[in-house]
């Protein structure tokens, strides 16, 4: 086995490890399911309940896709904008910062009153948690364009609309898709928590109503899935940089 299939099998070892160790001390301390199930326990619920489970998963997956893409739309303009006017980005950036410093649970009860209980809260709230992410880091691969580049390139004949398409966009995709893997996380965060105090479906109200009723196994069922989705998300987004974006990583292939 080389060195590359060992790293590519490093994280499931370790994940059956803590599977493993979780088990052993649920069953050596005979730890009550209903204070911390095991994960033998988890495995059952999820087998049980899969029907209903898979329905809310369905619905959180499908409002936190549409959140994310209303984030990365907003964002990537905002980056745009932010990274590509020095001006802009001496206006807006400590404006940003402290929205982002603002806790996005506070959010919900105001969009409820706003929109009502359901779909709107929850795709509001995954694009309000996932789009900061995004407009950082375009606007830092924007702002961080090297000014012998666009020195070069300016005595070549190019305008300033010139280095900023054909040079700085793709300069950014690195930190776009870093940006992604981070946001998608926050976005599936996002939705689970408007759903957990404003929506009748989903997996955040499948997490209130185990946990109201004492089925902690379901609760932690729920919660494996949401982190399945967001890992899912995560890998597809790091094969799409990997294949757009190979050069930025050329050194690190052939080390």
């Known amino acids: ?5 060992k790293e590519a099998l490093a994280p499931w070892a370790l994940l059956v490890g803590v599977l493993v160790l979780w088990e052993l001390l649920c069953r050596g301390f005979n730890v009550s399911e209903f204070i911390f199930p095991s994960p033998s326990r988890i495995a059952t619920q999820l087998v049980e309940f899969r029907g209903v489970i898979a329905g809310h998963a369905w619905r959180t997956f499908w409002v936190t896709m549409a959140g994310f893409g ?9 980056g745009f904008l932010i990274g590509s006017s020095r001006m802009a980005y001496a206006a807006m950036y400590p404006l940003m910062t402290a929205f982002n410093a603002l ?20 795709v509001l709230t995954a694009f309000l948690i996932s789009f900061f992410p995004i407009t950082v880091n375009i606007a ?17 004949g190019a305008k300033r609309w010139d280095v900023l398409i054909k040079v700085g ?11 992604l893997k981070v946001a998608i996380t926050l976005a599936f965060v996002g939705t689970t928590v408007s759903e957990m ?5 989903g997996i955040g109200y499948l ?3 185990a946990g109201s009723s004492m089925q902690m196994g379901l609760a932690f069922a729920g919660l494996v899935v949401i982190g399945v989705m ?25 080390s």
């Open 1 to 5: 086995m080389n060195k590359k299939q």
């Open 70 to 78: 209303l984030s990365i739309v907003v964002g990537t303009l905002l």
């Open 103 to 122: 806790p996005k649970a506070a959010f919900v009860p105001i969009l409820v009153v706003w929109f009502g209980i359901g779909v709107g809260p929850a």
């Open 140 to 156: 830092t691969g924007l702002a961080t364009l090297e000014p012998e580049a666009e020195d070069v390139l300016r005595v070549l």
């Open 169 to 179: 966009l793709p300069r950014s995709l690195p930190y776009f898709y870093g940006s």
């Open 197 to 201: 105090t404003a929506a009748n479906e």
């Open 207 to 209: 997490l209130i109503s």
């Open 230 to 254: 967001a890992m899912a998300m995560y890998e597809l987004f790091a094969v799409v940089e990997k294949r757009t974006t190979a050069w930025a990583h050329r050194s690190a292939g052939n």
